[in-house]
C-alpha cells in the first residue's frame, strides 16, 4: 500500500516489471550461449529429431494452413520443414517484421525462392497484397524464441511481435527448440502470451490438449 495515499504501490509494480525484464535479460544470454555452444553436427541431429516429430504431429499433419518461421544462426532448422509443407502442398504462411508498427504481417509463399533478407537478415516473404493471410485463418502455428520452460511459457528475442500476434490466434502454437533451451522456469509477464506445445529432440511438451 501507498501510505500517503492509502491505495496500491504502483512503484511495486513497475519495480516487478523492471526486475522481469532484467531475469529475461540473463536468461537470454544464457539460453543463447547454451544454443550456441552446440555443435552444427549436433544441431542437425538434433534438427531431424525435432523435424521428425513435428511431422508426427495430428495436429500438425491435418493442418492445411501452416505459419512457419525460417530459421536465423543457431535456430532450430525450419527451412526443411518449410519445403516439406510446400511438397504436401500446405499453405504455407511465413511472417514479415513491420517493424514502424511493431507487428508481423503474414504472407503466403509458393517457393522457397519467394524469402528475401528482411529484419536484423532474417529471410522474410515478399510482400503481395493477393498473399495477405490472417492469423485467424491458420490451422497450425510455429513460432521462434529463446528460452521455454515445461509450462510452456516462452521468452523472445524481447520486441513482442509474436506476442502481439498470437493473442489473436484460434490454432494451436508450438515452438521448436533444443533441450538446451528449456529450463525449470522462465520469468513471464502479463503481455507474454503461453504456447500450446514445444518440440524438442527428447520430447514433446503439451500444455493445451
Given at each position: 500500500?501507498n501510505?500517503?495515499?492509502?491505495?496500491?504501490?504502483?512503484?511495486?509494480?513497475?519495480r516487478?516489471?523492471?526486475?522481469?525484464?532484467?531475469?529475461?535479460?540473463?536468461?537470454?544470454?544464457?539460453a543463447?550461449?547454451?544454443?550456441?555452444?552446440?555443435?552444427?553436427?549436433?544441431?542437425?541431429?538434433?534438427?531431424?529429431?525435432?523435424?521428425?516429430?513435428?511431422?508426427?504431429?495430428?495436429?500438425f499433419?491435418?493442418?492445411?494452413?501452416?505459419?512457419?518461421?525460417?530459421?536465423?544462426?543457431s535456430?532450430?532448422?525450419?527451412?526443411?520443414?518449410?519445403?516439406?509443407?510446400?511438397?504436401?502442398e500446405?499453405?504455407?504462411?511465413l511472417?514479415?517484421?513491420d517493424?514502424d508498427?511493431?507487428?508481423?504481417?503474414l504472407?503466403?509463399?509458393k517457393?522457397?525462392?519467394?524469402?528475401?533478407?528482411?529484419y536484423?537478415g532474417?529471410?522474410?516473404?515478399?510482400?503481395?497484397?493477393?498473399?495477405?493471410i490472417?492469423?485467424?485463418?491458420?490451422?497450425?502455428?510455429?513460432?521462434?524464441?529463446?528460452?521455454?520452460d515445461?509450462?510452456?511459457?516462452?521468452?523472445g528475442?524481447?520486441k513482442?511481435?509474436?506476442?502481439?500476434?498470437?493473442?489473436?490466434?484460434?490454432?494451436?502454437?508450438?515452438?521448436?527448440?533444443?533441450?538446451?533451451?528449456?529450463?525449470?522456469?522462465?520469468?513471464?509477464?502479463?503481455?507474454?502470451?503461453?504456447?500450446?506445445?514445444?518440440?524438442?529432440?527428447?520430447?514433446?511438451?503439451?500444455?493445451?490438449?
Amino acid at each position: 500500500m501507498n501510505p500517503d495515499s492509502g491505495g496500491p504501490d504502483k512503484s511495486l509494480s513497475f519495480r516487478s516489471f523492471v526486475l522481469t525484464l532484467s531475469d529475461k535479460k540473463s536468461i537470454r544470454q544464457r539460453a543463447f550461449a547454451l544454443r550456441d555452444a552446440i555443435s552444427p553436427e549436433v544441431r542437425s541431429l538434433k534438427g531431424e529429431r525435432i523435424k521428425n516429430a513435428l511431422i508426427a504431429l495430428d495436429a500438425f499433419d491435418k493442418a492445411s494452413s501452416v505459419m512457419l518461421f525460417a530459421s536465423f544462426r543457431s535456430e532450430v532448422d525450419t527451412f526443411k520443414i518449410i519445403s516439406h509443407c510446400l511438397s504436401k502442398e500446405k499453405r504455407t504462411v511465413l511472417p514479415k517484421s513491420d517493424a514502424d508498427n511493431c507487428r508481423l504481417l503474414l504472407y503466403e509463399i509458393k517457393s522457397m525462392d519467394e524469402l528475401v533478407k528482411g529484419y536484423f537478415g532474417i529471410p522474410e516473404p515478399e510482400v503481395s497484397a493477393d498473399r495477405l493471410i490472417l492469423i485467424e485463418d491458420i490451422e497450425f502455428i510455429l513460432v521462434p524464441g529463446v528460452a521455454f520452460d515445461s509450462k510452456c511459457n516462452r521468452v523472445g528475442y524481447g520486441k513482442g511481435f509474436y506476442d502481439r500476434l498470437l493473442s489473436r490466434r484460434t490454432a494451436p502454437a508450438f515452438a521448436l527448440a533444443y533441450e538446451e533451451q528449456i529450463f525449470d522456469s522462465v520469468p513471464t509477464d502479463k503481455y507474454d502470451v503461453m504456447l500450446d506445445g514445444i518440440i524438442t529432440d527428447e520430447r514433446v511438451i503439451r500444455c493445451n490438449g
